[in-house]
């Protein structure tokens, strides 16, 4: 049974660029939410994907976007990168978009320089 | 504003100790509380409680939620060192039309050392 699986594992991107971080959900799972974790933090919600809708919305800016495709699968892209951008991306998948537990992928580490 | 509090942040312990972990929280419209461990990167679900009083098992972890008093603690006994991990709370706030949002405290980092 193929879990959460997120790519790439790692990433370094200098301030101004652009990234594109991609997650596949478990099997079965149509729901996909992304997390922000800062080094020493709890994960921060920044947005729920559900028939390839965003659903709900954290407090994250406009440059934090997302899409859901056809297959459940998922990209969160983020624009004009800052340093504070720096964090541990985490994707987590559901069955369904009131599901209450979420099954996360092992994230993406981005460094913003 | 959604808020979840865990104590300890940290807390160091030796092989055979038993530990109780703190989340307490505040929600718009509570549906749910979770525990995840997360050793590297991915957290990995341990449980999740609704209703007050009904204790959760698996294994050496236990937990329990009060809804009046807004909190919930996560007992683990024998601890080992592979018990070593951040703990994360997360409360589930109902008010998005449907959907299910997760807020997650600060964890607590548990060492175990042999």
């Known amino acids: 049974d193929a879990g959460v699986t997120q790519s790439p594992t790692h990433l370094i991107k200098t301030r101004g660029q652009q990234v594109t971080l991609r997650c596949s959900p478990k099997s079965g799972h149509d729901t996909v939410s992304w997390y922000q974790q800062a080094l020493g933090q709890g994960p921060q919600f920044i947005f729920q994907?559900?028939?390839?809708?965003?659903?709900q919305r954290g407090n994250f800016p406009d440059r934090f976007s997302g899409h859901q495709f056809p297959n459940y699968s998922s990209e969160l892209n983020v624009n004009a990168l800052l340093l504070g951008d720096s964090a541990l991306y985490l994707c987590a998948s559901s069955l369904g978009q009131g599901a209450k537990t979420q099954y996360f992928g092992p994230g993406t580490r981005l460094l913003v320089l | 504003e959604d808020k979840v509090v865990q104590s300890p942040l940290s807390l160091v312990v030796h092989e055979g100790d038993t530990v109780t972990l703190n989340c307490s929280y505040e929600?718009?419209?509570?549906?749910?509380l979770l525990w995840y461990k997360q050793e590297k990167k991915a957290p990995t679900f341990l449980f999740m409680l609704t209703s007050s009083g009904i204790e959760k098992k698996s294994g050496r972890l236990s937990s329990i939620l009060d809804k009046k008093e807004l909190f919930s603690i996560l007992n683990i006994t024998a601890t080992q060192t592979g018990d070593s991990a951040v703990y994360l709370c997360a409360v589930v706030d109902g008010s998005g039309a449907g959907s299910y949002q997760l807020t997650f405290g600060k964890g607590t980092k548990l060492s175990v050392i042999p």
């Open positions: 929600v718009t419209n509570f549906r749910s």
């Open positions: 994907y559900y028939e390839e809708e965003e659903r």
